[in-house]
């Protein structure tokens, strides 16, 4: 058993007064001795119950390099190493989370209301592609006005690049992007610029490269469930005790030794465990109890949009704080490009989706869903708009493309303008992707670096899955894809900061909205039932925020062309008694590239300017 007075984490390398003391869970080997790097001879762990074996190495030191001998049969890296400085199948480090010198002390954490996210890849971000070149860059973060950083993940994986959701060391940050302490260096001065940082973290399989569990125990893997990735991890079969405890334990490790202010859970449809306790209430808990007095968020990935994962214990839930919003993405796209195709099968970009999205969340609350042939979504009329994270762009859904094009250059800058009004006004959580603040030139691919096997099956996997988009399942279309293995589709995919000036409108337009956003009582509420819309011509809609007394708000959203609405039978136009609509905010306001707006509600009709959005006060007659 764990003495806690010798150890916080039930597995991996830790040190003590004058000694480091290991352990690691082998319930299949007989023997298990530490070998030190540069030590004659080895130390043997003793056994325990339930296959762990551990003990005290003295002549172990902060700093010392390791591997887990197993019954004599070869050496193998700790799979809870805290650092891999060669790599995955390299020797394991010690390291002392205790010498770094926080100065976060009064830092409070992040509750779910109130957010703005930016998701972002730290090999890609900066040019030189590390924990120390993102530093530099966190004040013009924190100056756009987003508050929540969420990094892709960043436990080591093999190669020189990667997207990190192959990761076969779950505790160790990669040695790509620096050190441990370099990591520390980042969330603490995020932190003192007011920014919280979350970690996206993969529960669901282990990298197929660099990936030594089975050679520890088979038993890390569920015998009844794979996943689209590899196999299913094992959380409620024979032996599964160790592996949820792993899990658990590395959740709560980044809150702790890292002070993240919490995760993002990745693909958790392929999840599996059919316990009374799920893994993923017991990740929240224990995450929730890490971070003691400050506050955290877990945010969910969940493809059906299975709303239980937001919802209280006591109604079967799973007690996270938010879900990406898949639907509001593909309507968006639809209506940005045209295209309906593949995923997009079931959205028509249509003014009545973006109202019932706004007001409701997911548009798919339990309907027929015809790309999947079945019923897709679960309700969430009764749930808080900040359980729901709504985006144009992210990670996957840029690379999901023939050229890894962002979205603004996939449509035309006004119908791209009014889009963003929306997602960054809507009272859902709005996420940015890295480098959509300044319309970024750079694509997003996807990369992996991998041995020359696996590297040719995922560049023939990846062809294979772009194939279920009738534009690029055509043979013109096939030489075109980007090799997710060439290192030039890793560079190619890196941000030019410079381009914060150089694109000087668009991120005009994203500071300022975001500031509106902050600033202005109504747009900042996120309250539940206080939005209400309606659908004003074929292209265009209106979105009516309520707020104290009559001090309400309109967001007027034309993706269409010029609209004369005459007459215009819609009371949610109506101005509050007393008053006249005020433009507030355009869209079409010279200094984010637009032409200019004239007032919309006249004496003789509403003028709505096309590819426009357009917020509007009350002001005294």
Same mark, same amino acid.
């Given at each position: 058993m764990i003495d806690p007075a010798v150890r916080k984490l039930p597995v991996g390398a830790e040190v003590v007064p004058g000694a480091v003391h290991f352990r690691v869970w082998a319930p299949v080997r007989k023997k298990v001795e530490v070998v030190l790097h540069g030590e004659p001879g080895s130390f043997p762990l003793q056994p325990e119950p339930s296959g762990y074996f551990a003990g005290l190495v003295q002549s172990g030191r902060v700093a010392s390099l390791y591997k887990y001998r197993l019954d004599d049969e070869g050496d193998y890296p700790d799979p809870a190493s805290r650092f891999q400085p060669q790599g995955p199948d390299q020797w394991s480090q010690v390291v002392d989370p205790a010498q770094f010198a926080w100065t976060d002390h009064n830092w409070r954490g992040v509750a779910p209301a109130g957010q703005v996210i930016y998701e972002m890849h730290i090999g890609t971000f900066t040019r030189e592609g590390t924990w120390l070149s993102a530093i530099t860059e966190l004040p013009h973060l924190a100056a756009t006005g987003v508050s929540v950083l969420e990094l892709m993940p960043v436990g080591e994986f093999p190669g020189r690049f990667g997207w990190g959701y192959d990761g076969v060391h779950p505790f160790a940050p990669t040695r790509l992007y620096g050190e441990p302490d370099d990591f520390r260096r980042f969330v603490d001065r995020a932190h003192a610029l007011g920014l919280g940082v979350i970690l996206d973290v993969v529960y669901n399989h282990f990298g197929p490269a660099g990936n030594h569990f089975a050679s520890f125990s088979p038993y890390y893997f569920s015998e009844?469930?794979?996943?689209?990735?590899?196999?299913?991890?094992?959380? $409620?079969?024979?032996?599964?005790? @160790?592996?949820? &405890?792993?899990?658990?334990?590395?959740?709560?490790?980044?809150?702790?030794?890292?002070?993240?202010?919490? #995760?993002?859970?990745?693909?958790? =449809?392929?999840?599996?465990? =059919?316990?009374?306790?799920?893994?993923?209430?017991?990740?929240?808990?224990?995450?929730?109890?890490?971070?003691?007095?400050?506050?955290?968020?877990?945010?969910? &990935?969940?493809?059906? *949009?299975?709303?239980?994962?937001?919802?209280?214990?006591?109604?079967?839930?799973?007690?996270?704080?938010?879900?990406?919003?898949?639907?509001?993405?593909?309507?968006?796209?639809?209506?940005?490009?045209?295209?309906?195709?593949? !995923?997009?099968?079931?959205?028509?970009?249509? @003014? *009545?989706?973006?109202?019932?999205?706004?007001?409701?969340?997911?548009? !798919?609350?339990?309907?027929? !869903?015809?790309?999947?042939? =079945?019923?897709?979504?679960?309700?969430?009329? $009764?749930?808080? /708009?900040?359980?729901?994270?709504?985006?144009?762009?992210?990670? $996957?859904?840029?690379?999901?493309?023939?050229?890894?094009?962002?979205?603004?250059?996939?449509?035309? @800058?006004?119908?791209?303008?009014?889009?963003?009004?929306? #997602?960054?006004?809507? /009272?859902?959580?709005?996420?940015?992707? *890295?480098? =959509?603040?300044?319309?970024?030139?750079? /694509?997003?691919?996807?990369?992996?670096?991998?041995? /020359?096997?696996?590297?040719?099956?995922?560049?023939?996997?990846?062809?294979?899955? #772009?194939?279920?988009?009738?534009?690029?399942?055509?043979?013109?279309?096939?030489?075109?894809?980007? $090799? @997710?293995g060439d290192p030039k589709t890793f560079e190619r995919s890196k941000l030019d900061h410079s381009e914060r000036e150089r694109h000087a409108e668009v991120y005009a337009l994203h500071r300022d909205l975001l500031r509106l956003r902050r600033l202005d009582p109504v747009f900042s509420a996120q309250k539940k039932h206080h939005v209400d819309g309606a659908v004003l011509s074929p292209e265009a809609f209106v979105l009516r925020f309520f707020g104290e007394s009559g001090d309400d708000r309109l967001l007027v959203v034309n993706f269409g062309r010029d609209l004369d609405l005459d007459p215009a039978p819609e009371p949610l136009l109506a101005p509050p008694e007393g008053t006249l609509w005020r433009t507030a905010f355009s869209t079409e306001d010279p200094k984010y590239g637009g032409g200019g707006t004239p007032p919309l509600d006249t004496e003789g009709s509403w003028q709505i300017p096309g590819h426009a959005a357009v917020a509007l006060n009350p002001e005294a007659r």
């Open positions: 009844r469930c794979t996943t689209d990735w590899g196999r299913a991890l094992n959380f $409620d079969s024979s032996n599964s005790g @160790p592996v949820r &405890e792993f899990c658990i334990a590395n959740a709560a490790y980044w809150v702790d030794e890292f002070h993240l202010d919490g #995760l993002r859970l990745d693909a958790t =449809q392929d999840i599996h465990d =059919q316990s009374e306790d799920h893994i993923l209430r017991a990740i929240g808990r224990a995450v929730r109890e890490k971070a003691g007095r400050r506050k955290a968020i877990l945010v969910a &990935e969940n493809e059906p *949009q299975n709303a239980k994962l937001v919802r209280p214990a006591h109604d079967g839930g799973y007690e996270l704080d938010a879900m990406w919003n898949d639907d509001f993405h593909h309507s968006a796209m639809v209506r940005l490009t045209g295209r309906n195709e593949a !995923y997009y099968t079931d959205y028509l970009g249509s @003014p *009545q989706e973006f109202v019932s999205a706004v007001k409701h969340s997911f548009l !798919y609350q339990g309907q027929r !869903y015809s790309w999947q042939k =079945q019923r897709r979504g679960t309700p969430t009329l $009764d749930l808080e /708009p900040c359980c729901f994270v709504l985006f144009i762009q992210n990670h $996957d859904q840029i690379a999901n493309s023939a050229y890894g094009m962002r979205c603004h250059n996939l449509t035309d @800058p006004g119908r791209y303008r009014a889009m963003t009004a929306l #997602l960054l006004l809507a /009272p859902g959580t709005p996420m940015l992707f *890295q480098g =959509q603040e300044f319309a970024a030139s750079s /694509p997003f691919f996807y990369f992996a670096d991998l041995p /020359p096997k696996k590297a040719q099956g995922v560049k023939g996997g990846r062809a294979e899955f #772009l194939r279920q988009f009738r534009s690029l399942g055509t043979p013109e279309m096939s030489c075109r894809f980007a $090799d @997710p």
